[in-house]
C-alpha cells in the first residue's frame, strides 16, 4: 500500500488544502482508519485556512510513502510534513 500526500494552496481564499490518498487499500481499511486516528491525536494547533481532505485536491504531490505497516509512524511522518509545509 501507498499514501500520497498533496498540497495546494488557494490565494484566493488562503487556504491550504491538503489531501491524502490511500492506494490499493481494500484490504487495509482498519489501518486507513488507525492513521486517521493517530493523525487526529497528532495533528494538534492548525491554522483556521487549513483543510485536510481524504481525497487530491487537484494539487501537487509533496510526499509518496511506499511500504506502509505502522499506523502510528505513518500518522507522525504525514503530521510532521503538513507542519513542515505550513511553516513555509
Request: include cysteine.
Given at each position: 500500500m501507498?499514501?500520497?500526500?498533496s498540497?495546494?494552496?488557494s490565494?484566493?481564499?488562503k487556504?491550504h488544502?491538503?489531501g491524502i490518498?490511500?492506494h490499493d487499500?481494500e484490504?487495509?481499511?482498519y489501518?486507513v482508519?488507525?492513521?486517521?486516528y493517530y493523525?487526529?491525536k497528532?495533528?494538534?494547533k ?15 504531490i509533496?510526499k509518496m510513502?511506499k511500504n506502509c ?9 504525514l503530521v510532521?510534513k503538513?507542519?513542515?509545509q505550513?511553516?513555509?
Amino acid at each position: 500500500m501507498t499514501i500520497e500526500l498533496s498540497y495546494r494552496y488557494s490565494h484566493l481564499d488562503k487556504a491550504h488544502y491538503f489531501g491524502i490518498v490511500f492506494h490499493d487499500a481494500e484490504h487495509w481499511e482498519y489501518y486507513v482508519r488507525w492513521v486517521w486516528y493517530y493523525m487526529g491525536k497528532k495533528i494538534g494547533k492548525v491554522p483556521k485556512n487549513f483543510r485536510l481532505y481524504p481525497y487530491n485536491y487537484e494539487s501537487k504531490i509533496l510526499k509518496m510513502y511506499k511500504n506502509c505497516n505502522d499506523a502510528e509512524r505513518q500518522a507522525t511522518l504525514l503530521v510532521n510534513k503538513i507542519h513542515h509545509q505550513l511553516k513555509k
